[in-house]
């Protein structure tokens, strides 16, 4: 981990091409210091002047009076690079540089001056953030290292809260935006360009500070995926949830953020499967980043899946409910107790009744106004409930304020996450900063409070870290096969473990004759060749033959079908293989990250792969556990748990076969570029069976 505290901790400034005009771009970052008060020396750089907003001015960086800890530049691009040396040179700790025209206008000019940045920055040991950044804005220590400050600070001391977003914009607004919340943000950091500090370096550094309790990071790409997804785990380890949202998540927003970072984005899918593997808070929007963090800060996680809801608004339980439905998050059976406890808050018409989830005490809550917390405090102490949410249309009058201070202890007593929901605007001000200033999570959406609980449950059921994983293979790594047909690929999977079909190999139609007997009708007739990938496009494929006679005309035909449609490709016979009639088609396999390595892929197959895109992903390592929780991502997921009167996917057979790809990742990933097994037949039994498959190597 690198020490990134001059940069984040600095006690002195230097603002490398300072303008005396302070209203300039250049010069405002000398009036900002100046009028934030902050215990900080600084020294405005410019060899014109000799005072600069009511600082002496040095000619250049060899001048200063000492090295400073950190460099802020905003000359030109191009003086940029001659401005880092003198930094360099001087002693500098650190430099921010904030100015535009490297690698992210393209072109090899910015891209060569961006990456000589970088090795002034190595050569010297210094930390370089940027170039292209808004910097970095301290906001308990009211000192903003940037060109754009706003003038805000920490509404508390203690900086729980901390940004990081590789775009400089979404940085000053997100923070904007959570300080609005009430939030106790501590420091934002834009990284820019990262030429030499990255996102990871300072997700690293935010992760063993004991002052930062949330994180929230607007990113555009992952630079090192090993180490991103490792300040993952240790984020999770330490109870620290990271709220993540990927910019450039379409071609069409990755075509933008290479036009603005010069960063290149990934694969999002696999990404998107590994954040959530890993605990991590994503959202789509940036209106729900402030949502999201109020709901982590106080550190309450669920202890359950299912929530359950109170309000005096028809219209908001109408709202949770529906989107409770769509996420796949239960709505509590209260017990017994919890019931009878509800009851006694709610009309005599309700007496004897049912109590559903969610309730509504509707008028009954301007005759008693803390009917709405006696009824959350018996939600909270039912042990199938998660998570609470209260919701109310105001918090004008009297009454409100009545039963703020109650369901603030209420939050604070309970280890559950307890939310707040207010639906109306300014007028309900007051009460909000209450609540508030109590710690309790407040909100304006019941949705986004729904929301809110399904990602801290999905965070408190992350395991914690285990670089153990899965049980590693015993013996020698089974070499990969040299020529990749679905003969050689079926049998070199089989060796490893993974259910495949019952085939055999044959040259003449004679062979294939002897093969079907062997195997026993009726089965499917396949040409076998390296050189053929797409089998039914070339007329290399016939099912169903059930004698002898139609297995010999299959073969004969595939193999003439084939050399037609594929002149000159080497044609080794035909693969004859059991049928097998399967009452669900998946399909999994290995897929190479470039930036996460191998990962592990599980989906149905079919339509549901064909039109929905219906599968999850996995990085390396992981517990056997997660094979589960992969199931749990799918949208068919009901339909492997035997909807439809199936008998449900087995288990095992699910851990077999993920199990053994997770140990041939582990012996080849770095040689293969992915694995397909499409289809895997679930059988009538619940079994798995892949029936074709393809390796893909570097070599091919």
Not at 14 to 41: E, H, I, T
Request: overall charge negative; proline content about 7%.
């Amino acid at each position: 981990m690198r020490d990134l505290s001059p940069l984040l901790a600095p006690r002195s400034v230097a603002v490398v091409g300072a303008s005396s005009n302070l209203a300039s771009l250049a010069g405002k970052p000398v009036r900002f210091l100046r009028d934030s008060g902050a215990d900080v020396a600084v020294y405005p750089v410019n060899p014109s002047r000799e005072e600069i907003g009511g600082y002496r001015a040095y000619p250049d960086p060899s001048a200063l009076p000492e090295a400073p800890d950190v460099g802020l530049v905003v000359v030109p691009a191009q003086a940029v690079v001659s401005a880092v040396e003198a930094l360099a040179r001087r002693g500098a700790r650190s430099a921010i540089v904030v100015s535009s025209g490297f690698a992210e206008v393209g072109g090899e000019t910015g891209a060569a001056a961006q990456r000589r940045l970088r090795e002034i920055a190595r050569d010297h040991g210094m930390l370089l953030l940027g170039p292209n950044t808004l910097g970095i804005h301290d906001y308990v220590r009211g000192l903003p290292l940037s060109f754009v400050w706003y003038g805000r600070r920490a509404v508390s001391p203690d900086g729980g809260v901390a940004v990081i977003s590789q775009s400089g914009s979404g940085m000053t607004s997100l923070c904007d935006r959570l300080l609005a919340d009430g939030l106790p943000l501590g420091v934002g950091v834009a990284t820019g360009n990262e030429a030499d500090v990255t996102l990871v370096d300072v997700l690293e550094h935010l992760a063993e500070d004991e002052r930062v309790k949330v994180v929230a990071t607007l990113f555009e790409e992952v630079r090192d995926g090993p180490r991103f997804l490792a300040v993952c785990r240790r984020l999770r380890e330490l109870g620290k949830p990271l709220v993540a949202m990927k910019v450039g998540r379409t071609s069409s927003g990755s075509a933008v953020v290479r036009s603005h970072t010069g960063a290149l984005a990934g694969s999002y899918p696999a990404l998107r499967a590994l954040l959530r593997q890993h605990g991590v808070l994503e959202v789509a929007d940036l209106d729900e980043i402030a949502p999201a963090v109020a709901a982590a800060l106080p550190g309450r996680l669920p202890p359950a899946d299912a929530i359950a809801v109170v309000t005096n608004s028809g219209g908001a339980a109408g709202i949770a409910a529906d989107r409770a439905d769509e996420l796949g998050v239960p709505l509590a059976r209260l017990g017994a107790d919890t019931q009878r406890r509800i009851v006694e808050n709610l009309p005599s018409f309700a007496q004897g009744q049912i109590v559903s989830n969610p309730v509504d005490v509707t008028a009954q809550s301007m005759q008693r106004p803390n009917a709405l917390v006696d009824i959350a405090e018996a939600m909270v102490d039912d042990p199938a409930v998660g998570g609470v949410i209260v919701a109310v249309p105001s918090g004008g009058g009297p009454d409100g304020v009545r039963w703020t201070g109650r369901l603030v202890d209420l939050a604070r007593s309970s280890a559950k996450p307890v939310i707040a929901v207010i639906l109306s605007g300014p007028e309900s001000d007051r009460l909000r900063g209450e609540l508030r200033a109590g710690g309790v999570p407040v909100m304006s959406s019941p949705a986004r409070a729904v929301e809110a609980l399904q990602m801290l449950r999905r965070f408190a059921r992350t395991p914690l870290p285990d670089a153990t994983g899965m049980a590693p293979r015993e013996g020698e790594p089974v070499p990969l096969p040299s020529r990749h047909t679905e003969n050689s690929a079926l049998r070199w999977l089989a060796e490893y473990g993974v259910p495949v079909c019952e085939q055999r190999l044959a040259t003449t139609a004679a062979e294939a004759v002897i093969a079907a007997e062997t195997i026993g009708y009726p089965v499917a007739v396949k040409i076998s060749s390296p050189d053929i990938t797409h089998k039914t496009d070339a007329g290399g494929v016939v099912l169903g033959c059930a004698r002898a006679d139609a297995v010999a005309r299959a073969a004969e035909q595939v193999m003439a079908a084939a050399a037609a449609a594929v002149p000159g490709a080497l044609i080794e016979g035909v693969t004859v293989s059991r049928m097998v009639t399967p009452v669900l088609e998946l399909i999994s396999g290995i897929h190479r990250d470039p930036t996460f390595g191998p990962v592990i892929l599980l989906g149905l197959g079919g339509v549901w792969a064909e039109v929905l895109g219906d599968v999850t992903m996995r990085g390396l390592p992981f517990d056997p556990d997660e094979v589960e929780r992969m199931v749990d991502d799918l949208q068919g997921a009901s339909l492997l748990r035997g909807a439809r009167g199936h008998k449900p996917v087995s288990k095992e057979a699910l851990a077999q076969l993920v199990g053994a790809l997770v140990r041939i990742a582990g012996d080849h990933g770095s040689r293969l570029r992915g694995i397909d097994l499409n289809p895997v037949a679930v059988t009538a039994d619940g079994e798995l069976v892949v029936l074709d498959a393809a390796v893909y190597t570097d070599s091919d």
